[in-house]
Each structure stands twice: as structure tokens, then as C-alpha cells.
T-cell receptor, first 113, second 112 residues
């Protein structure tokens, strides 16, 4: 099925460990996004990539890095995980910046202990 | 700063009992207001985009409306399968069009 695929679905990390969350879309979308969702706070933008080869910070970028590997793939890296990064992470894409709604992946539930 | 406030936080309805969800927003130059549905354990699913005051969009039992300060998601004769969290988001017209701000959502439960 066409859409946005995220891996892994669940992950438990110890404080200080690193990991990369993977995201791939097969809809030929130009723009890709990483959000985190915390109870009562709504979705908050971490980083985005308006097009292949570009990345920019969102609202809450501290502690994260991203790589737009090609048009399909956009990864999110936690270099040294902290308990405050416990959250559900969503990747999203849309054809290009502008008026289109996002297509979201199913999320990665990350717990940092 | 752009702000989006959704109310109520949670809403419980009986099957067939119509109601409305509210999304109040403050944004400098609205480019679009978006509604999403999110089921437990899944990513949000795009429903509608509204662009200007007075605009309405419909999908099955859902109708979204927009004024200069708020949007309503009207649910007519809801069914249990309409149970979900409904998210509202606004996009500003400035900059590079990536300033999309989400509300915290309204969790809707429809009892049979």
C-alpha cells in the first residue's frame, strides 16, 4: 500500500544511547516532516525537509538531527537519548510545501529510561 | 505566536446525538486550516483543508466550517466508528509555508 512507512514501531533506550528512526514514503512527495506527540501538547514539529537536499529546524529541534537521504527517505537521529525524549514520533509527507494535508506514518513509540 | 486551542478536550455522545467540536486559532495571515482524525495507536489521517471564512467542507457525517477566529467540526448522527481524536492545525501564510501549528485534539467517544 502507498504511504509513509516508519521503523521501528516501538523502542526502549537507556539514557545516553543513540538511535535512528527511519521513514520512507512512496508517493513521490517533495516535503517530509518529523513530529513528536506528547499527551496534552499536540503535535510539535522537530525538523522538516522542504525538498531533497534541504533540511530545517522546527519548533523543538534540540537533541535531534536529521538526514534527507534521497527523495523517499528522511531519518531522525537521537545522538544521546534523554528521558525528556520519551514520546511518540511521527513522520509525515506532502507533495510540496503549501496547502496540502500531510500523510502520516503509523508512528514510533520511544521510551527512554 | 500562532496558537490553536481545541475544545472540549473530550466528548462522549450517544449514537445519533449530533454535536460540534471547536478549534479556536490565532495566526498571522491564515493560509489554511486543517482537520485530521487520529485513531488510537495510529498516525493522523487528513480530513479537510479550509482556506477562507465562510467556507464549508463535508465528508459523510462530518462538516467543517471556518470563521475568522475559529473552525467547527460538526458531527451529524454519529456512529461508534466515528470515535477517534480529532486534530485541528493552522498554517500561516508567511515564510516558507511550513509553520503548521496543531491543537491538542478532542477525544470523541460515541456509545452505541
Amino acid at each position: 500500500n502507498a504511504g509513509v512507512t516508519q521503523t521501528p514501531k516501538f523502542q526502549v533506550l537507556k539514557t545516553g544511547q543513540s538511535m535512528t528512526l527511519q521513514c520512507a514514503q512512496d508517493m513521490n512527495h517533495n516535503s517530509m516532516y518529523w513530529y513528536r506527540q506528547d499527551p496534552g501538547m499536540g503535535l510539535r514539529l522537530i525538523y522538516y525537509s522542504a525538498s531533497e537536499g534541504t533540511t530545517d529546524k522546527g519548533e523543538v529541534p534540540n537533541g535531534y538531527n536529521v538526514s534527507r537521504l534521497n527523495k523517499r527517505e528522511f531519518s531522525l537521529r537521537l545522538e544521546s537519548a534523554a528521558p525528556s525524549q520519551t514520546s511518540v514520533y511521527f513522520c509525515a509527507s506532502r507533495p510540496h510545501t503549501g496547502d496540502y494535508g500531510y500523510t502520516f506514518g503509523s508512528g514510533t513509540r520511544l521510551t527512554v529510561v | 505566536e500562532d496558537q490553536v486551542t481545541q475544545s472540549p478536550e473530550a466528548l462522549r455522545l450517544q449514537e445519533g446525538e449530533s454535536s460540534s467540536l471547536n478549534c479556536s486559532y490565532t495566526v498571522s495571515g491564515l493560509r489554511g486550516l486543517f482537520w485530521y482524525r487520529q485513531d488510537p495507536g495510529k498516525g493522523p489521517e487528513f480530513l479537510f483543508t479550509l482556506y477562507s471564512a465562510g467556507e464549508e467542507k463535508e465528508k459523510e457525517r462530518l462538516k467543517a466550517t471556518l470563521t475568522k477566529k475559529e473552525s467547527f467540526l460538526h458531527i451529524t448522527a454519529p456512529k461508534p466508528e466515528d470515535s477517534a481524536t480529532y486534530l485541528c492545525a493552522v498554517q500561516a501564510g508567511r515564510g516558507n509555508n511550513n509553520d503548521m501549528r496543531f491543537g491538542a485534539g478532542t477525544r470523541l467517544t460515541v456509545k452505541p
